[in-house]
């Protein structure tokens, strides 16, 4: 049974007050809450176990080891991917990528050679590859949106014919929503032998994800907004892909041998880890995919799910503009960027806050999608997770009335 009742005693800032009101988090696609767990589970490594990984001789660095390992486990089984082998943590989603442009792009990629991402990406997902142009002169084409809220099948189907390398795209959007049909894409990209790249920021937290069915060669995704702690973040790849890529940063544990002129690489996923890694961090994902584990990822996405129609007809009912997707439920996942026509959505937030309520305003790191597509200087965005409920989204909409009547002097 999903009780989200339940679940909310489990995040002690949920029990906290923001501006003297208790707070509504309506925030977690920008980094999700906390479960005591997870905070517990750091707690412990530090208390009870804190040693270095893969070097002590001694019983908690073997522990810690365990541990992180164990970690890497729970993240191969979470996504159905063969083994720890093809799990490389890295920071977050932005670095997992930037790894994969500087290191597979490197390699793989030359003057001339295309890459093709689309027009909802997030900057992650278009300026690693931007970089990666610059550098090497590989030319970036962009799969147009289809009434603003879909990928269009057709340009997609189009730019595929220039036969681009790399294909590189969000599975969900973190303005729009939209879901993307991952695996559709990447059989389409398979078809003319292009590489394909998955930025699993928005999907991986929210719904099941298979990345065997879905078959891509590489999926980055963050901790932080699935419960765990900051400061990691995974690639997924491919086995065979990830043998053949050279690592980007060199030093301890990296290594398998090294003389004064040369050296060798570790097995994977190690050759990628160089230096003390986020241990805690690795712990406290790995926490999170307990919590998540427990909740069952169909559940999850069907909670999410209701609470986005619930929230799309009261912001329909109080005549605020929704962007994307409105009532495609299944292609539609829980975030949603709105406007009140003559209030900027900085103000918006601003009313929010007044009355304890976290929402994000602004261009959401998707710059030309919120300026040049949806042509607004700003959007606001309400996301949910596993811990909201209709009682938040009644909340928002009362704040939205209270920004009517202070902003546009409205009785
Ligand atoms: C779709 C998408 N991709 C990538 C990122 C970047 O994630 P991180 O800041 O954890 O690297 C985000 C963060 O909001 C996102 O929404």
Redesign the pocket.
């Known amino acids: 049974m999903f009780d989200v009742d339940e679940i909310r005693k489990d995040f002690p800032i949920l029990q906290t007050k923001m501006n003297g009101k208790p707070l509504v988090y309506l925030d977690s696609?920008?980094t999700s809450q906390k479960p005591i767990q997870v905070i517990q589970a750091i707690v412990d490594y530090y208390k009870t176990f804190n040693a270095n990984i893969h070097r002590g001789i001694y019983a908690i660095s073997e522990k810690a080891t365990e541990a992180y390992t164990e970690s890497k486990e729970k993240v191969a089984k979470f996504i159905n991917a063969g083994s720890y082998r093809n799990i490389v943590y890295y920071?977050?989603?932005?670095?997992a990528?930037n790894i994969v442009a500087r290191s597979w792009g490197e390699q793989n990629l030359k003057q001339g050679d295309h890459v093709l991402i689309t027009e909802m990406?997030?900057h992650?997902?278009m300026v690693p590859w931007q970089m990666l142009a610059r550098r090497k002169g590989v030319v970036l084409d962009y799969v147009k949106l289809k009434g603003s809220a879909y990928i269009d099948m057709d340009d997609l189907n189009e730019k595929l014919s220039l036969k681009p390398k790399l294909v590189a795209f969000?599975h969900?959007?973190?303005v729009l929503g939209t879901i993307n049909d991952a695996k559709q894409i990447t059989k389409m990209a398979h078809e003319e032998g292009a590489t394909v790249l998955i930025?699993g920021?928005?999907s991986v937290p929210h719904m099941p994800i298979d990345v065997k069915s879905i078959d891509c060669d590489f999926l980055?995704f963050?901790g932080?907004?699935m419960l765990g702690p900051a400061g990691i973040?995974v690639l997924y790849g491919k086995e065979d892909i990830l043998e053949k890529m050279e690592p980007v940063l060199g030093g301890g544990d990296m290594i398998r041998t090294v003389s004064f002129y040369s050296c060798s690489w570790n097995e994977l996923p190690w050759k990628f880890e160089a230096g003390t890694q986020n241990i805690e961090g690795g712990i406290g994902l790995g926490a999170a995919i307990d919590y998540l584990n427990k909740l069952g990822m169909n559940a999850v996405r069907e909670h999410e799910r209701k609470l986005t129609s619930y929230a799309l007809k009261r912001l329909d009912e109080a005549n605020v503009k929704v962007y994307g997707i409105k009532t495609d439920l299944d292609h539609k996942a829980g975030v949603i960027s709105f406007n009140v026509e003559g209030i900027h959505a900085h103000d918006l937030a601003q009313i929010f806050d007044s009355e304890g309520i976290a929402i994000r305003s602004g261009h959401?790191?998707a710059m030309p999608l919120v300026n040049e597509l949806l042509k607004e200087p700003a959007v606001a965005r309400m996301s949910f997770y596993i811990y909201n409920k209709e009682e938040e989204v009644d909340k928002a909409i009362e704040a939205v009335e209270k920004a009517r009547r202070l902003l546009l002097r409205k009785k």
């Not at 920071?91 to 670095?95: G, K, N, P, V």
Request: proline share 0%; glycine share 4%.
């Open positions: 696609a920008a920071r977050s989603t932005t670095e990528i990406e997030h992650s997902n969000t969900v959007s973190n930025d920021a928005q980055a963050s932080h907004k973040g959401h790191c």
